[in-house]
């Protein structure tokens, strides 16, 4: 008797913290349902295509891999919104750090404080476990465009190793599709990546071929990137061509980038 009632100890224990599972877990850390604003992206491009068509002079806030560092991003946030001048806002990926959906819940609902539209590409760490999934609910396709004062913004997914090649990382079709469409809508294009070419994340078997694509463009201005963690500016392919990097959340720096008719600025934000 004494050996049957042990036995039962911990089927009896096992289903007590059944019971009382939704007062211990709240959801498993990789469930994609996601409470809250969905599909934001595509909702911020629309604000920003509106408000930006015809603008002559733009001013765009760049920031970069905030991962778990929320303290600094909603400083980074407080110091954007003290500056009237921005019109919108372009995170370059790697908002969480293991691509669970509550972190991408603590990035979104910070993000959401911020005074102007904003658009996030996903980063690497932002593919792992369902992070795809989540992405693709909270913010949308992970590569897309927009078109404001003329310029074409060209957000490209370039996560290769992520994929593990098992997609086409970055996305030639789309490229190609992008560069003959509303060709008469803009006259200049910037390029925004997660990960450079050259670097690990991206696949360098393509390298040169991605930067001839970039150039089919009209008029490339330059390229942005994130993923290193720093801020620094690199003539990759040495054609010209700048690829600017901006810097972590933790590093507490970020890019102001000032573009006019006859060319464009960048500032480095401390803060």
Known sequence: MMRKMTERVPLFLLTMLMIACDTV????????????????????????????KDRDTLIIAVISDSHQWYNDLEDEIADINRRDSIDFVMHLGDITDFGATQEYVWARDRLQRLNVPYVVMQGNHDCL?????????????????????????????????????????????????????????????????????????????????????????????FCLYGHGHHTEEHDIFEDGTIYYETASAEKREYRIITITKEGYNHEIITF
Do not use: W
């Open 25 to 52: 877990f709240d959801v498993h850390p990789y469930d994609t349902r996601i409470k809250g604003e969905t599909d934001i992206n595509a909702k911020n491009i629309a604000k920003i295509e509106s408000l930006f």
């Open 129 to 221: 476990g369902t992070g795809n999934q989540t992405f693709d609910k909270m913010f949308g396709n992970n590569d897309f465009s927009f078109i404001a004062g003329r310029i074409k913004f060209l957000m490209i997914n370039t996560n290769a190793i992520e994929y593990d090649y098992s997609e086409p990382v970055p996305d030639f079709s789309f490229l190609e599709k992008e560069a003959v469409t509303d060709t008469s809508l803009f006259d200049r294009t910037i390029v925004c990546m997660h990960a450079r070419p050259y670097s690990e994340q991206f696949n360098n078997n393509v390298a040169k071929p991605f930067n001839y694509y970039l150039h089919n463009f009209p008029d490339l201005l």
